[in-house]
């Protein structure tokens, strides 16, 4: 048994959530989205408690035991989604390294001998706090912000693999709250030969 799939999923005020045949419909300020659950799967919605379970109907299928969890786990997300929408957020470090956001795509300065631009994906936006660093200290600052989760830290993930920080300086793109372990550079020798 599933302790994740087991627990019952909270509906807050403002989001609704329907259920019929194969498919979760989940209805809420920031939009709509649904999803198709797996047959061997049943959910079911408690309007009066404000909950959704996920019960496992073939407790002995190994792929209906693997989707018990996976499936609480993205309806609960979804159910944030629509509610609150999801953020991450992103910094790059390095000195004239910069971000702007134009036609529609993230456009990245990061120390290559040309620029790097990144189409946004639909339902995914950037908003863009700080965009140019002021020397190593002070980095640019923006977030990627969306509904579904997997498409808004795909997305951001794509952004950090264009320059990964650098264990030395901590050069590069990083997530806000991400900790780099730094490394010692050489040391001189002392003396001479």
Do not use: W
């Not at 809420?28 to 797996?38: I, N, R, S």
């Not at 629509?82 to 956001?101: A, L, M, P, Q």
């Not at 002070?138 to 264990?167: T, Y």
């Not at 901590?170 to 001479?192: F, N, T, V």
């Amino acid at each position: 048994m599933s302790r994740i799939g087991n627990k019952s999923v909270e509906i807050p005020q403002g989001v609704k959530v329907e259920q019929s045949g194969g498919v979760v419909k989940i209805t809420g300020k920031l939009g709509t989205m649904e999803m198709v659950c797996d047959p061997g799967l049943r959910v079911s919605v408690d309007d009066g408690a404000r909950q959704v379970q996920v019960a496992n109907c073939q407790p002995s299928d190994r792929h209906s035991r693997e989707m018990h969890g996976t499936t609480r786990a993205l309806i609960a997300n979804m159910v944030t989604g629509v509610s609150e929408g999801f953020r991450r957020g992103i910094e790059i470090y390095g000195t004239g390294y910069s971000v702007k956001e134009e036609n529609g795509k993230v456009v990245l300065t990061v120390g290559f001998a040309h620029v790097v631009e990144l189409p946004i994906p639909q339902g995914v936006t950037v908003e863009i706090n700080v965009a140019a660093t002021r020397g190593n200290e002070v980095p640019a600052k923006f977030s990627v912000l969306g509904m579904n989760k997997c498409d808004v830290m795909q997305f951001a993930a794509n952004i950090r693999r264009v320059k990964p920080p650098e264990p030395y300086k901590g050069k590069g793109i990083r997530y806000a709250d991400e900790q780099i372990r730094r490394k010692a550079g050489k040391a001189l020798a002392s003396g001479g030969a």
